[in-house]
């Protein structure tokens, strides 16, 4: 089981910066997935950036030149640097990891399948 805590979310006047932190516990070896999804009101849940484990990252095309998604394997940490933000980035933002080896005793165990999402962290674009 993987435990994500968000943080970094609140509001923001057009055109300025806020930076999430998602932080996995425990019994990790490694993951291989860490990304950030959203949520508006009304709407479906939908990627905004993913990173895998070996450093290729994928964005939606509406955040691409303005989002920056990055990841501490050490820490299991993934972070998402979003800049000149808009009214239409308001929404739940949502911390999600696929695909986790971990520990077991002496050894490992790899799980394709995993998934785990955050509780979701609120940001708010407003003037």
């Known amino acids: 089981q993987v435990q994500l805590v968000e943080s970094g979310g609140g509001l923001v006047q057009p055109g300025g910066s806020l930076r999430l932190s998602c932080a996995a516990s425990g019994s990790i070896f490694s993951i291989h997935n860490m990304g950030w999804y959203r949520q508006a009101p009304g709407k479906q849940r939908e990627l905004v950036a993913s990173?895998?484990?070996?450093?290729?990252?994928n964005y939606a095309r509406s955040v691409e030149d303005r989002f920056t998604i990055s990841r501490d394997n050490a820490k299991f940490t993934v972070f998402l640097q979003m800049n000149r933000l808009k009214f239409d980035d308001t929404a739940v933002y949502y911390c999600n990891v696929e695909g986790v080896t971990y520990k077991r005793g002496s050894g490992y165990f790899r799980d394709d399948e995993a998934e785990f999402w955050g509780r979701g962290t609120q940001v708010t674009v407003s003037s």
């Open positions: 990173h895998n484990a070996g450093g290729s990252t």
